[in-house]
């Protein structure tokens, strides 16, 4: 037994994969689920070896995907991009239900915008929200270099007026996919309107729906965690719809529309 009781070799072998781990990161192999971002909550630690173990053996990620994701990891608010494993669970749900038409809501320099239309066939569509087009204007071109631009259909403007626009549109029960990931004060608002725009058997995916761990003790003036917290609760006994809240990144639950 070596130093606070742990096994000789499990001190050594830890070490070696953080030794590991630093070379990797140096090399070059920056994964942003890694490299920034606010502690959350995760049963495996967002740093971890075992977290750095499932990235290199499950990732697929396709070039112009890495070079956005690097690029975006430079930006001030870099952490705001969804994790690359998380990005790739969405485009494998998107791609196993046969998706055509998918709604994400909150965009920033698209990254899982991108990774949807990547999935999507050719007639395929992704109506894109957001209300920074400075933000957009990051990954705008990396979506023309992976010959996908055609698929992303860009709304500038808030996301409501966008679901309404597309309520009013007669596009009710024709979509397949929403990923909801923006303003948290307004997502009951987003997911009530992306329940009525999703088929039968389509999915909605809520991201941050465990904030950093605030919704175990929701402050009163803390309206983002309370409305998270509400919708955490109201989603649990909703007939409407199966779900499954994953503990990945800072929890993403999976709504499926019955
Ligand atoms: C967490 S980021 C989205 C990350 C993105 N899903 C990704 O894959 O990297 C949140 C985004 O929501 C946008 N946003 C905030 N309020 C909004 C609103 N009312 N309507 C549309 N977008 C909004 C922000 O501009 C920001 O780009």
Redesign the pocket.
Known sequence: MSLFGVPKEVAVGTAMLGVAFAAGMLAGKRYPSLGFGTPRPSIIGKSSALQQYILDHSLREHPVLKKLRLL?ADHP?GK???SCDQ?QLMANLVKLIKAKKVI??????????L?MALVLPDNGKVIA????ED??KIGKPLWKEAGVEHKIDLRI??????LDDLLAGGEVETFDFA?I???KE?YNEYYEKCLRLVKKGGIIAI??VLWNGRVLKPRRDDLATQSIHRLNEKLLRDARINISMLPMEDGLTLAFKL
């Open positions: 975006t608010y705001m991009m969804v990005a994400e809501i909150g965009v920033f320099t698209g990254y899982n915008t990774n929200c957001d209300i920074n933000y957009v403007k808030p996301a409501i007026h966008t990923f990931d923006a303003d307004s991201d941050n």
